[in-house]
Structures are given as C-alpha cells and as structure tokens.
C-alpha cells in the first residue's frame, strides 16, 4: 500500500479577505511541502471565508473569488509548489442566484472545492447537501451538486466532500464506497457548539464506515461574527480507529503519514480544467462519480513516518472558555479595532467579561469603567479595583451620581425609570469613551438575562459585542471558578476576586437591591430556560419535567415579552444549541403564548 502524507491545515480564515486567504493558503502549503506533504487541504469556503451569506448575490465578489482562485493556482506553481495538490474551499457558480421563479433551480451559485495542480483547476466539487438549519440558510443561497468527484492522487483514489455531506447519510459517502475509493476528504466550516466534538467523532466513525474508508476529517478554527470554529480535525480509519486528531481552538497544520489502497480502476484521463462537467439525472441518493486523474504514484517518504498526533482534549469548562476568547480575539482583530471597554461594577458578569478580554487581547488593551452611583456598595467599588490589580487592565473611575441628579433636576423621575436613568448614564459614559478613544464597547449581560429582558435598553445592553450573550448565569459562575482554578495550576494569581464570585448578584439600582427581587433563583430559571428556548419545549413539557407551574408561567411570559430587546442586543459568541440571534428567530409582534391548554 501507498504512502500518502496528508496535510490538514486547520487555519483562520476571514470573510471577504480573499488576498489575505489566499496568502494563508500559500504560506501553509509551503510549510506542508517542506514537511514533505504530497496532498495539502484547506476548509470550506477558505478563499472566501465562512459564511458569507448575501455576498453570494454580489456578481463583483464572485468573480473577485474566481479570479483569485485562478491566481492562487499560478502562484503556487510559481513559488515551486505546483506539483501537489491543494485543496480548496471558494464560491463558484454555473447560473445567477436564485433570486426569482424564473432562475433555472439546477444551476447558480455553489459552495465549491478545487483541486490546485501545476498551475491550473484541475477538480471542481459542488457540496451535495446544503444545511438549512439553526444558524445555516444553504438552501437560499447555493444550489447542490449531484456529482461526486473522485480524484486520483499518487495513485489513491481520494473523494472530495464539503461538511454538510457528512451529516447526512446517503449522497456522497454512499458514492464513495460504490467507487471504492481510498479516501474520503471532508472539509468542513463546522461551528462550534458546547460537546459538539463529541457528536463529530461518532459522525466521523459512521460515514467512514458507510464510505468503507478513511476519513480525512478537517475544521476551520476563528471567530466570524457570533460563531466561532473550533477546529477539531481529525483522520478516522474505516473501522472507528482515530489515527490523528488536531487541537481544539488553535491552528494547526495536522501532517499524517496514511497508508492506503491503490486505486483498482485504471486512471481516468485528465479532465480539463475548465470542462463543463456531465450531470447525469439520478434519482434518490445515488450520485454521478467523475473521475479526475491527478498524479502516479510516488515513492515513499523517506524516513520513519510521520504522525500527527493526539491532542489533548479539553473539559467542557475550559472549551467554552477557549470558544468565548477566541470569539471576542477575532471580533475585535478582524473588526479592526485595538482596544476595548467595558464597565466593571465588581460583580460577577463583569468580572468574567473582564478576564476574557485580558485572555483574548491582552490586559493593556483593556479599559474597565468603573461607574459608582450613590446606591453602589463599597465591595462593589473594591471589587472592580481587585479585578484591576489582579489582571493589569487599566481601571478608570468616573462617579456618576452628579449625572444623574442633573438629569433627575429636569424630569422627576421615580422608580423604574429612576433606575433605568442610573444605567442609562453608564451606558452614555461607556459610548463616549469609545466615541472618543475607539475601544470597542463590551456589554456584559448573560444570557439568562437577555432571556428575561433583565437589562435597561441603551443602559447596560449598549456595545459592540457580548462575550456572555449565550453564556447562562449558573454556568458564568462555573465559568469563574475554572478560570481561577485554571491560574492556580499554572502557577498565576486567580483574575477574578472571590467576592465577585461568591456576593448574592445585584443591579445596585436601589437600596439593597438583589437580582432575586426580580427573578427567580437562577438554578431554576436556568433550568427552565434551557428547556424553552434551546428545547423549544411548551408549558405542558416544562410543568411534566416537574417545575412549578406558576414559575413556568411567570418565566415564559418574561422571555415573550422580552423579543423585542434581544432584536436590539449586540451580537455575541454561540456556545450553545440555541443561541439567541441566528438560531432562534420569532416574531416580535406575536398573541401566541404558552398557557394551560387542558380547558381546567
């Protein structure tokens, strides 16, 4: 049997920056080569980036994207690396976007891969199965492909498969085994979900064993917007055996040494690079196979092999952890800014919000407001100030109190809104530094809050970007303890102040106040919560579950009536299932509510 050394370049690529992309295509693939790699691969969608939702309809970037895959393919050649083959995700298209009844359904545009070789295209692959689901609209926007594309490479037969198509059974993994392929290359812009790593291998096993081969499994890693790929790629042979497995969270270029089967058919000739490529009409699963012939094969690399390794896995704290840094890190690098802000009251929000940014950009980047009104506790004021000298972020303080009284002199207001005016002054203080300075704002609000509607609109919702956004409070508080626990076995001072940690949660709004004057106890209301919007469960599910009934109705009507301030929120990282934004779309303006429906 052959050896074929594989390169799995688990980069971080970045939407719409095709030349930056196609600059981390070429510098990896040198790498690769020196390596000795005879097959590079790179994710989906790599030359664009991913997703790049309605930019598909723009003609000037599609054909941006198209010539620059055509350069990439002479650069190679032109920096010497032109005889191995580079796989790489890009938006092609055979028809205009389906933006009318009278746009032909079976051609438009496609989530692709090509195949590099000496200078040219020599493989195109369109994705198969387009996910229309949580946070992917495919289905609006490429049309699938029904051809799997065999590439013969140093003799193996390898198939080419973009993500979705590993998630489904049938397509194109039954076609890889009718064409008793070698190998199976799925490339994928997977987003990460909390234990979602898990669920991969099990995905992974599976369609290697429907192909009947090994499967070269490899992810993108990077923050874009709310989602964050957490890389996780992975070789699995046909009988469940994980050869390689990539770390999480990080780039790696994963090199493995593959020992496979020749191909047994005899090679097909090469197809030109541009060919239109035949569609045959087949019905159910069943695929066309086209078979393009790359390279003979190649002696064996010399030397003992090469192997890629096994990279420590992470437990569930310290993954979200690294999902939540790595999210804030490349909004605010590919955003194009250089520091942030946000206010630290000395609680536990804060402080968590606090330690990530210090994690993601480093602490003399970071600027906490601390912002104390006449109803804000001494602890509140020292926490903020621990939390500073525990991190080196830069602290600044600005008294509000005289603010708002200017403000209360001219509108006598009471209350709620006497409240709401406290946080509605923070938030000014904190636009104004980012108005003046350029940080980017951070709001700190968790997700059971958002739930509720437990935040003051253009008070403590204002910022750019919500680290905790799909973060529930019970888990911020696990949150903090890992990351303390996390300095204590590195041998570094705890960020976050026990106190902030372990004092009842408080808006400080109003003389002692509690968040559990408004809410339930979060252990609850997190439960219920987990239930409801990422379960999608009703009122008869949850009062089955055994909550009670009247908190049920209580906390139900609290995240309806709230729809309308998570429209307004800032976009912050997906960890879960169920994320408020993308993954979760209702109605605003909408009678529906969940109530006893037995008549009784």
């Known amino acids: 049997m052959p050896t074929l050394r594989i390169a799995l370049a688990q980069v971080n690529p970045t939407v719409g920056d095709l030349s930056g992309n196609a600059s981390i295509v070429r510098s990896s693939t040198r790498a690769a080569v020196d390596a000795g790699s005879r097959l590079v691969v790179f994710p989906e969608m790599m030359l664009t980036g991913y997703p790049i939702e309605d930019l598909v309809f723009r003609q000037s970037f599609l054909a941006a994207t198209c010539s620059t895959l055509t350069r990439l393919a002479a650069d190679l050649d032109a920096d010497g690396l032109g005889e191995t083959p580079v796989v790489v995700g890009y938006l092609d298209a055979d028809g205009p976007p389906a933006v009318n009844s009278a746009t032909d359904p079976s051609a438009g545009p496609r989530n692709a891969l090509a195949v590099l070789h000496r200078g040219r295209v020599a493989a195109r692959y369109f994705k198969h199965h387009l996910p229309n689901y ?44 009718r064409a008793g392929v070698g190998l199976v290359l799925t490339v994928n812009g997977s987003p990460y979900e909390l234990n979602k790593d898990d669920t991969r291998l099990a995905l992974v096993r599976r369609r290697a064993a429907e192909a009947n081969a090994t499967v070269a499994y490899l992810n993108m890693v990077g923050g874009q917007d709310e989602l964050v790929f957490d890389g996780d790629s992975m070789i699995v042979t046909a009988d469940g055996e994980v050869l390689t497995r990539a770390p999480q969270m990080a780039e790696h270029l994963l090199i493995h040494d593959l020992d496979l089967p020749l191909g047994l058919l005899p090679p097909p000739p090469s197809t030109p690079a541009f060919a239109p490529r035949t569609r045959a009409e087949v019905g159910g699963d069943q695929m066309g196979i086209e078979r393009v012939h790359v390279s003979d094969p190649h002696p064996a690399p010399d030397g003992p092999p ?51 940014a210090v994690d993601a950009i480093g602490a003399a980047d970071v600027i906490g407001v601390s912002m104390p009104s006449q109803h804000s506790s001494t602890h509140s004021r020292e926490d903020a100030a621990e939390m500073a000298k525990r991190t080196g972020l830069e602290l600044r303080i600005h008294e509000i109190q005289a603010m708002v009284d200017s403000f209360q002199s001219k509108m006598s207001l009471s209350g709620l809104a006497l409240e709401n005016l406290q946080a509605r002054v923070r938030g000014v203080v ?153 993954d979760r779309r209702l109605p605003i303006t909408s009678r529906w509510r969940e109530v006893d429906q037995s008549g009784a």
């Open 134 to 177: 949580g946070v992917f609209d495919e289905d609006r926007y490429f049309v699938p492909g029904n051809t799997l594309v065999v590439v013969r490479i140093d003799g193996v037969d390898v198939a080419l498969t973009i993500c979705e198509d590993m998630w489904q059974a049938g397509g194109p993994f039954t076609a890889a085994r």
């Open 306 to 356: 090469l192997l890629g390794g096994q990279a420590t896995r992470l437990d569930d704290e310290a993954e979200v952890w690294g999902a939540l840094v790595l999210g804030l890190r490349d909004y605010v690098r590919k955003n194009g800014f250089h520091k942030v802000v946000l206010g630290l009251s000395g609680g536990i929000d804060s402080a968590v919000v606090g330690a990530i």
């Open 430 to 582: 904190l636009m104004s530094i980012s108005n003046q300075e350029g940080p980017l704002v951070l709001t700190t609000g968790n997700k059971s809050e958002l739930a509720v509607g437990y935040s003051t609109l253009y008070g403590d919702s204002v910022g750019g970007f919500n680290p905790l956004k799909d973060v529930p409070k019970t888990l911020v508080w696990k949150l903090a303890r890992w990351r303390n626990d996390e300095a204590l076995r590195v041998g570094e001072e705890p960020p976050i102040p026990e106190n902030s940690i372990a004092k009842p949660p408080s808006a400080e709004l109003r003389p002692d106040q509690l968040d559990t004057d408004s809410l339930p106890d979060y252990d609850k209301l997190d439960a219920i919560l987990l239930s409801y919007v990422d379960g999608d469960q009703g009122r008869a599910d949850l009062i089955a579950a055994g909550h009670d009934p009247a908190l049920v109705d209580r906390v139900l009507r609290l995240v309806d009536l709230a729809e309308y301030k998570r429209r307004q929120a800032a976009p912050g990282t997906k960890i879960s299932i169920k994320a408020f934004g993308r």
